[in-house]
């Protein structure tokens, strides 16, 4: 027997811990950002925190990374892809989609409820038993992903 793990092996740890692997580094660059001596008055720092870090943004992000621990390496591979496809199409066809979700009334002043829709899409992926989530999860990523780049802008 080989003293070096399958590749498969490699493959399910990886999937397994990107998750909190990429959390702590992100936890750690935040507080490099928010601990430096010039972060109270950089309007850099204050963007970061209460704009791009807002919880809208990153709670959907969170939901998703749990849901793509939770299956196989082949979905949490085609789910990934089209989370990335997704995040392409909403910067592409942005006017357009931005159109689309003008129906609410003062959908403007709400961000056009790009974050609620990336919530509820997620939670969607989320609520699924083992069985069904490999099939939800690469319809709520890519509209996750939509939604995520819409509410960037």
Not at 103 to 128: D, K, M, N, R
């Amino acid at each position: 027997m080989s003293q070096h793990a399958e590749p498969s092996l490699w493959a399910a740890a990886l999937q397994r811990w990107s998750g909190l692997t990429l959390t702590a580094v992100g936890l750690a660059v935040l507080g490099v950002i928010i601990l430096h001596p010039t972060a109270p008055e950089s309007p850099l720092t204050w963007w970061i925190v209460n704009r791009a870090l807002a919880l809208q943004r990153v709670l959907p992000l969170i939901g998703l990374g749990a849901a793509l621990s939770l299956v196989s390496t082949p979905a949490f591979t085609v789910a990934f892809f089209l989370f990335l496809v997704g995040v392409c199409f909403g910067f592409l066809a942005q006017n357009f989609l931005l159109t689309l979700l003008t129906i609410g009334p003062q959908a403007a002043l709400h961000l056009f409820f790009t974050g609620p829709i990336a919530s509820i899409a997620v939670g969607v992926a989320l609520v699924p038993g083992a069985r069904l989530r490999p099939f939800v999860l690469p319809a709520a990523a890519t509209v996750a992903g939509i939604m995520l780049s819409l509410r960037s802008l």
